[in-house]
């Protein structure tokens, strides 16, 4: 079994799941999103769990409020823009076990990858 986290080292819930997936002894790919931007296919995948790329979007994050985003009517390419250069705006860790993805930190679907 093997997993794909992408995040950035200073997320909280990004290191919950390296965590989680560790203490079970679960191989890990991490992609640091400020080092290296998540590419668009698989940004694709978890845009169409989300339900379009504002589902992917951290409303409560810092980079979200200190840049006034909830006042602004963005195009979805000008989103792909933001979320490439600010990967904070995302709601982190995404997830992928095969075809399957998670959006955040999201502990029962993981569990039920186990079993």
Do not use: C
């Amino acid at each position: 079994m093997e997993v794909q986290i992408f995040g950035i080292k200073k997320s909280q819930d990004t290191r919950k799941a390296e965590r989680f997936f560790k203490e079970r002894k679960v191989k890990i790919h991490q992609v640091d999103l400020e080092v290296r931007p998540i590419a668009k296919g698989e940004l694709a995948r978890f845009t169409q769990k989300a339900g379009g790329l504002l589902g992917l979007i951290d409303t409560n994050s810092k980079t979200y409020q200190k840049k006034g985003l909830e006042f602004m009517k963005l195009s979805e390419e000008r989103w792909l823009e933001l979320v490439q250069d600010n990967p904070d705006l995302l709601i982190l860790p995404l997830v992928r076990f095969g075809q399957k993805v998670t959006i955040g930190a999201d502990e029962a679907t993981w569990k039920s990858w186990m079993e």
